[in-house]
């Protein structure tokens, strides 16, 4: 490291993104976090130490070259730094907005060991915004790799897990198709986190680099309805690619739930984030939904349903069954649910729901406590006898976890499938079908965004082994 850049990093802390007043954005859904200012961007680039081991890139699972960018970055030259990003990963504007940075590359920096480490991930946003504001065209050329036979790959989903494979096997000189069932393309990233945290806008404009690539998409198709297994190789697929993601909501099988104004978490975020139901006439699907509504989880699903109603008008209650620090949403969305007046119940769960005239009325919930560590290292929870409460409610969103959708064993009947109902596949991603890959969710259940595009990338080059024959 330079004495330049050492003195220049023991001078300057870590920069912190501007965002929008707390008090503006319950009341609208457009992005909180502001970007940092070309200033800011360059100044924290340069805290970059370069190591020469950079543990941040192992801490990427898709292994983005992270002190190469943040080099072109402290120059000021994010063309430079965007081209090192796009070499592996394709979708830059949407990892540095929702991947866990903290959990990954931040939580290897060096320089977090004593105190802050790098922005990364608002770097990489800057970088990714950067080149759209300069109209900075994907160039192949900078992602050439093996040159491909040309055969013709299925892609089934159009998720993070598929728009990675896809992207790795494109650019790999394959023939890629991908077949999404809904209308609209990106799985979770447009149906399930909403606007104030991912705009569609910069979901579409890194989708569009597929196009690029050549990737031909069809939506409107249903794996296992509409098209199977037998239709692809008919039409001469020479491989499949699985990244369905885990879309069936798992509840919690209390007395109550079926009643009129209980929600899933994937429900309610995808009548507001795709179906528009808040804005009903305007948008045909409509909403019911209450001024009083408790959240059950404590993931990044889980904030997002809570922020999202509070933007519609209600006041929000999450229960959490552990305490807030060992909440796995991320500790930027908690910090926000917090800014915006959400209230939070934790050491509780919910154990039924209430009801009046068949909807709705509150919430009994029990008080839980802490014991020893499991074998997974978090703490056990048990139930405290006889510490039951009511909490008001006339709308109940559950946000505990997804599974992957039935549907898909009519498309694949002959898929193992793990006990835990995930799609089984070795270390090579290969499933139980020959030529039949998969990533994503649908192999792990609900993960991190960056997680599942790390797991179609490797895919992808399993499938390119496949097709090789090696």
């Not at 070259?65 to 090192?84: K, R, S, T």
């Not at 209230?343 to 154990?351: D, E, G, K, L, Q």
């Not at 998969?438 to 179609?456: L, Y």
């Amino acid at each position: 490291m330079s004495a330049v850049r050492r003195a220049l990093s023991a001078q300057t802390g870590r920069a912190i993104m501007p965002t929008q007043d707390p008090n503006q954005r319950i009341h609208n859904f457009a992005e909180v976090n502001l970007g940092l200012t070309a200033e800011q961007a360059q100044r924290e680039a340069g805290r970059c130490l370069q190591c020469k081991n950079p543990l941040c890139v192992q801490g990427c699972p898709v292994n983005v070259d992270i002190p190469g960018f943040l080099h072109w970055g402290a120059q000021g030259q994010w063309e430079g730094a965007l081209e090192v990003i796009l070499e592996t990963n394709l979708f830059p504007g949407i990892c540095g907005r929702v991947c866990p940075q903290e959990h990954q590359c931040e939580g290897r920096c060096i320089l977090g060991r004593k105190g802050e480490p790098i922005a990364i991930g608002s770097l990489e946003r800057f970088a990714a915004d950067s080149g759209a504001q300069d109209s900075f065209f994907l160039d192949k050329s900078t992602l050439a790799g093996e040159t491909g036979d040309g055969e013709k790959v299925a892609v089934i989903g159009s998720g993070p897990a598929s728009m990675a494979a896809a992207a790795e096997l494109a650019r790999l000189g394959y023939r890629v198709e991908m077949f999404e069932a809904l209308h609209e393309t990106g799985g979770v990233l447009s149906y399930g986190i909403p606007e104030f945290r991912l705009p569609k806008s910069i979901v579409a404009r890194e989708f569009a680099n597929l196009a690029e690539l050549g990737v031909k998409v069809h939506t409107n198709v249903l794996f296992g309805r509409t098209l199977d297994l037998e239709d692809l190789w008919a039409q001469d697929f020479k491989a499949v690619f699985v990244g369905a993601g885990a879309g069936l909501p798992r509840f919690l099988g209390i007395e109550g739930e079926n009643l009129n104004g209980v929600f899933s978490a994937n429900e309610f975020l995808t009548r507001v984030n795709l179906m528009g139901a808040h804005q009903f006439p305007e948008y045909e699907t409509p909403i019911t939904m209450g001024k009083k509504v408790v959240v059950v989880g404590g993931g990044n699903t889980a904030m997002d349903a809570a922020r999202t109603a509070r933007r519609l008008g209600a006041k929000v209650t999450v229960v959490y069954r552990r305490s807030l620090e060992e909440m796995p949403a991320r500790a930027e969305e908690v910090r926000h649910a917090q800014e915006e007046g959400i209230h939070f119940t934790i050491r509780s769960n919910p154990v039924k729901v209430l009801g009046r005239d068949g909807w709705v009325s509150g919430v009994c919930c029990q008080r839980m406590e802490l014991g020893d560590a499991g074998p997974d290292g978090r703490r056990r929870v048990t139930a405290v006898p006889d510490s039951f409460f009511d909490l008001p409610a006339d709308t109940f969103i559950v946000a505990i976890g997804q599974s992957p959708n039935p549907i898909l064993r009519q498309g694949l009947p002959e898929l193992k499938f793990t006990d835990r109902g995930v799609i089984a596949v070795d270390d090579n991603y290969a499933t139980s079908i020959p030529g039949v890959f998969a990533a994503g969710d649908i192999t792990t259940g609900g993960a991190t965004v960056i997680s599942a595009m790390g797991g179609g990338r490797g895919a992808a080059q399993s499938i390119h082994r496949y097709l090789q024959g090696k």
